[in-house]
């Protein structure tokens, strides 16, 4: 598994996702941090980190997909799958290395996000007026979702040797399971069972943890997705013994 992991993380530095992805986020997250006025810190007059991590999500949500498209589709096309397969190594190995290359890399893009909190910090009145437990929550909620997101990439990538079909199928589900379910949920049709459809979907368990409250049942919520994608994904892969 490490060998994959190295090779995928390898591959994604050689080439420009890794970079386009970074740059992408951190020029996104930045505009919407500290230069347009509807959400800039600077003019919210609050010491706190809401706009990142309200924003995170939604640029994770096309970004994550456009990492994890290449991963088993770009295998399928060049027809380097079968020699893949035939090495010594399980599928679920093969497939937890490609997932957790995709993952490093998306946690590499959080990284320099930290200097935000920095700046937010010193900026504080009095210094340091940041609700920091509140932030790490936050952090920990966006590394869950990022893992979530990846699984759900890899998972679609399996399913079709074209990218840009792999691509919008992750970006589909990937909304699904974070918004969609609260918004199936907002229809009054469903009595007092739409607390329990809102409790489906990321947006319910990310908000929750955001608040520094990490609780068990959010991240057993997380783990579990994020468990079923990855059988989901060797389902497929398994299929083609059938």
């Known amino acids: 598994m490490l060998s994959i992991l190295k090779k995928e993380f390898n591959g994604f530095l050689n080439s420009l996702i890794a970079y386009i992805v970074i740059t992408v986020f951190l020029v996104a997250i930045g505009m919407f941090m500290w230069v347009f006025p509807e959400s800039s810190v600077l003019e919210y007059g609050y010491a706190d980190l809401q706009t990142l991590f309200n924003m995170a999500p939604w640029v994770f949500l096309f970004l994550i997909p456009a990492i994890t498209m290449r991963t088993f589709a770009e295998e399928k096309r060049e027809g380097t799958i079968e020699l893949l397969l035939t090495k010594p190594i399980t ?68 399913i079709s ?16 399971v974070y918004t969609g379910f609260e918004s199936i949920a907002s229809i009054p049709l469903w009595g007092k069972h739409s607390y329990f459809i809102s409790q ?27 468990a079923i994608m990855v059988l989901a994904t060797k389902l497929v892969l398994r299929s083609r013994k059938w």
């Open 200 to 226: 489906l979907g990321i947006a319910y368990h990310y908000t929750a943890i955001s608040k520094g409250l990490v609780d068990s049942r959010d991240v057993l919520y997380f783990i579990s997705v994020i």
């Open 91 to 158: 599928d679920l190995q093969l497939i937890l290395g490609k997932y957790f290359a995709a993952l490093l890399l998306a946690l590499f893009a959080l990284l320099p996000t930290l200097l935000y909190y920095y700046s937010v910090y010193e900026l504080g009145s009095p210094q340091g007026n940041i609700d920091s437990a509140a932030v790490v929550g936050s952090y920990l909620g966006l590394i869950f979702l990022s893992g979530v997101f990846c699984a759900i990439g890899v998972f679609a990538s399996s």
């Open 161 to 176: 040797n074209n990218q840009i079909i792999s691509f919008v199928i992750a970006v589909f589900l990937c909304f699904i």
